[in-house]
């Protein structure tokens, strides 16, 4: 991938050609030169074109400058006509009249698409955006074509029959050439133009925003919704939600999950549960009427304090994975009814923080995503050892030992790789770099450095990836619904309605599949950058015999396993005072930034009799994840149903509450409303 610097000198480039291919243009034009004037426009539209297909942040360049596609255009062909009329003879103005005003037509249609392309998109963009719910009753319809949406695509598209022509009239000195290019450009527009003026008609439009919201309503009071999962963030925290989704399929009820941001809604993984996005405060609010009694929250933002207004409903923070970070105990915390935690040691996080949650008000439900992490097994089984090596990000506070990237992460993965017995999995996270850049270049330093292990370990290896195409296949069927490239919301919500039943089985058993074929088809202690979204971060904890990685909800999640772990000091601190100011470090082996304990790690790894720290880290995870029995699936559905059962109660008291008051106010209104007696003669 480019670095932005690398791309600066592409850009310019770009932006020189253009400018200078318009100087060529008007010289050609003025002088008038018919060679320079062929090259100088095909050069001009080539740049466009590479413009439109590589150099897309070029075009917001020029629009900043005042030199949008429209203008570009406008000059190209301005600069053309003015060269036929240099060209030609003085008694021939008239002859290139019509084809002027043919030109300027075509402009004018161009400008009634956009604005009538405008109206079209206006009314495409409900107040609700749903998947696995049928919204047919909307009249959802498919979406007009690209072309007819992108007014720099759509010039270009439409133009280029017209000023072609003009071009082959410069060349030839055939007004038939201007003539016929210009009448091709108009009929494209008056296509475009009918195609938008019919998705305008009231039969043909998606229904208004009032018989929307009355769907919505209608929709609830149909589905009575019991549990929602709620979330709102950046494109790029969408993993914060689905790691709760099937833990939410999974309770007793019917669950919900509600969305703030429109791009969010492609973004939450393959689930069944219906999804509601809710952009707007008002439609938001109509939540409250429904039969919704918790909403779930894995993350904080700008708009929860939105939906915590709503009085009918609990709310509970769950996070999205816990930690001895500051972050786990964000005092925004207490503005929740309930804070549900994996185990004791989140309860005595929050004490000590004293950040305004009480005691009484957290819940111990464990971790349900860890139900499917496979317990430790003893030493590793075959001639390799896996290690995975998961890094946290930079976070938000500048502090140099929130990751190992920067100052241990090639450090570690050298002392892995030399290693002839480890086979290393690494697995950054999804934000690493986000803040730092630094850690961002320390990442793509350490991929290349696993890479080149591959390629060294594979130069005489095959890999058979057969059965996983075909299980990959298999999953994306399951998992992905065929939508085209120009599809917009509304079109997605038409594609993507109500699934079919027994879906959500499929969907695991095609995972589980998948998985097992993904890690079969590697060949044997084959090294890993593991990246996308499949496999599974608890994926590759099935696979690793050893984890590194930073202070972060990662180690807490990879206790499960009960399995050796390593933590990487980054933060300065002494081993001692590091281990005592981060609790989830006590039952793990602590690594400097040179790796120089890696050798003696793995060997306690591959020799379990040497393993110091199992009794600790049994302990550890009883007091991070709290006891194995019940399960953590159950301990979460008993805390929503108790949390639901007092949502009703509470709202069974308020509709107590209004009946006396409006009982007591009727009395006090005839009382008042009684004229007065008039009074008796002494």
Not at 343 to 359: C, H, K, Q, S, T
């Amino acid at each position: 991938m480019p670095t932005p610097l690398s791309r600066v000198p592409a850009r310019a480039l770009v932006a020189a050609l253009l400018v200078a291919a318009f100087c060529a243009q008007a010289l050609a034009a003025l002088r008038p030169h018919v060679p320079l004037l062929l090259v100088s426009t095909v050069v001009s539209l080539a740049v466009e074109g590479v413009m439109y297909r590589w150099q897309r942040g070029m075009l917001s360049v020029f629009a900043k400058s005042h030199a949008d596609i429209t203008v570009r255009h406008v000059l190209r062909d301005l600069l053309l006509v003015v060269a036929l009329l240099r060209l030609g003879e003085q008694q021939r103005e008239t002859l290139y009249t019509p084809l002027v005003a043919g030109l300027l037509a075509f402009y004018a249609l161009h400008c009634a698409i956009q604005a009538v392309s405008v109206l079209v998109r206006r009314t495409r963009t409900l107040p609700v955006v749903t998947r696995n719910i049928d919204a047919s009753a909307l009249r959802l319809s498919p979406a007009p074509p690209v072309l007819l949406r992108r007014p720099g695509d759509r010039l270009l598209v439409f133009g280029l029959p017209a000023t072609a022509g003009l071009l082959a009239t410069a060349a030839t000195d055939d007004p038939r050439c201007a003539a016929l290019g210009i009448a091709l450009s108009l009929g494209l527009a008056l296509l475009g133009l009918y195609d938008l003026l019919v998705r305008l008609l009231p039969g043909r439009r998606p229904a208004g925003e009032r018989e929307t919201l009355e769907w919505l309503d209608a929709w609830l009071a149909e589905y009575r919704p019991t549990v929602g999962l709620y979330f709102s963030g950046g494109a790029s925290s969408a993993y914060q939600a689905n790691m709760w989704l099937e833990p939410l399929a999974q309770l007793e009820g019917r669950p919900l999950i509600v969305l703030r941001e429109r791009f969010m809604v492609p973004k939450i993984g393959p689930t069944d549960v219906p999804v509601l996005c809710l952009p707007k405060v008002s439609t938001l609010m109509r939540l409250e009427d429904s039969s919704l009694q918790v909403l779930v929250h894995p993350s904080n933002s700008g708009k929860t304090s939105q939906v915590l207004r709503i009085p009918t409903l609990k709310h509970t923070f769950v996070n999205h994975g816990e930690s001895d970070k500051l972050s786990s105990c964000n005092p925004y915390a207490k503005a929740y009814d309930e804070v549900w935690v994996a185990g004791p040691a989140a309860r005595e996080r929050y004490a000590l923080a004293e950040v305004g949650v009480e005691d009484k008000d957290v819940v111990e439900i464990g971790r349900p995503q860890l139900d499917a992490v496979r317990p430790y097994e003893g030493a590793p089984s075959g001639a390799r050892t896996t290690v995975l090596y998961a890094p946290t990000w930079e976070g938000w506070d500048g502090n140099p030992g929130n990751t190992s990237v920067m100052e241990a992460g090639e450090n570690l993965v050298r002392a892995l790789l030399a290693d002839p017995g480890v086979r290393l999995l690494y697995k950054p996270h999804p934000l690493t770099g986000s803040v730092d850049p630094r850690a961002g270049a320390a990442d793509l330093r350490i991929r290349e450095l696993i890479r080149a292990a591959i390629r060294e370990q594979t130069a005489e290896r095959s890999r058979d990836t057969g059965e996983l195409d075909l299980r990959a296949r298999e999953l994306d069927r399951l998992t992905t619904t065929a939508v085209r490239a120009g599809a917009d919301q509304l079109e997605r919500m038409l594609l993507q309605g109500e699934p079919e039943p027994g879906r959500a089985d499929a969907v695991a058993a095609a995972t589980a599949t998948w998985e097992e074929a993904y890690w079969a088809s590697l060949p044997e202690g084959e090294h890993q950058v593991v990246t996308d979204a499949r496999p599974t971060l608890y994926s590759c904890f099935n696979q690793a015999d050893l984890l590194i990685s930073d202070v972060s909800s990662v180690i807490s999640d990879f206790l499960a396993s009960g399995k050796p772990y390593a933590v990487a000091n980054t933060s300065g601190l002494a081993e001692d005072v590091f281990r005592k100011a981060f609790p989830t470090v006590r039952a793990a082996t602590v690594l400097t930034p040179d790796a120089a304990g890696v050798p003696d790690l793995l060997e306690t790894v591959r020799h379990p009799e040497k393993d110091e720290l199992a009794k600790a880290r049994a302990e550890l995870k009883r007091h991070l994840l709290g006891p194995d029995e019940p399960a953590s699936q159950e301990r979460f559905n008993a805390a929503v149903q108790a949390l639901g059962s007092a949502a009703c109660e509470h709202r069974a008291r308020m509709a107590e509450r209004l009946a006396a008051e409006v009982a007591t106010e009727i009395p006090d209104q005839r009382r008042s409303a009684t004229p007065p007696q008039p009074a008796h003669p002494a």
